[in-house]
């Protein structure tokens, strides 16, 4: 009797010392290098002119996503250099700017549906540890 109390106090004791330390290794973000970096996207040399960038990186399945201005550019945050694979949903251009004045029109560029899910849109770009601007082009 002494003998599985005495195990099953070592095995408690086992697992209440490693508790800590799988939180410490598991669920730690620290020292991941995020970082923020710019960039432009176009489809058959046409710049993108809404939508939303989407992000996804190729061995770390993070996330992160970021709005195309007018003019195909984009700044994605907090994000983690290596390969990402990218998505683009559209969204609608807008006709006015916030003075209340018509803004140039500018036709939004119609994607094929594959851009739009960046696990089969087949766009992988890789983000530098220095964020150097990116140049996407669909094709």
């Given amino acids: 009797m002494f003998r599985s109390r005495g195990r099953s106090l070592l095995v408690s004791l086992a697992i209440l010392a490693a508790v800590p330390i799988l ?3 598991g669920c730690s ?3 991941v290098k995020k970082i923020t970096v710019s960039g432009t996207i176009t489809y058959k040399g046409q710049p993108l002119s809404s939508g939303m960038l989407t992000a996804i990186g190729s061995t770390n399945n993070e996330v992160t ?3 195309i201005q007018t003019d195909g550019s984009f700044i994605l945050t ?4 290596g390969p990402v694979k990218i998505g ?3 969204t609608p251009v807008s006709m006015s700017s916030s003075n209340g004045k018509a803004a140039p029109k500018r036709p939004p560029v119609n994607l094929p549906a594959k851009f739009s899910n960046p696990q089969q849109s087949g ?3 890789t983000i530098a540890d ?5 140049k996407i082009e669909l094709n």
């Avoid at 907090?78 to 250099?81: E, G, L, S, Y």
């Avoid at 220095?130 to 990116?134: A, F, Q, V």
């Fill in 78 to 81: 907090d994000v983690i250099p």
């Fill in 29 to 31: 973000d620290s020292g």
């Fill in 123 to 125: 766009v992988e770009v």
């Fill in 23 to 25: 939180g410490i290794v």
């Fill in 65 to 67: 996503s970021a709005s």
């Fill in 130 to 134: 220095n964020g150097n601007p990116l």
């Fill in 88 to 90: 683009i949903i559209p």
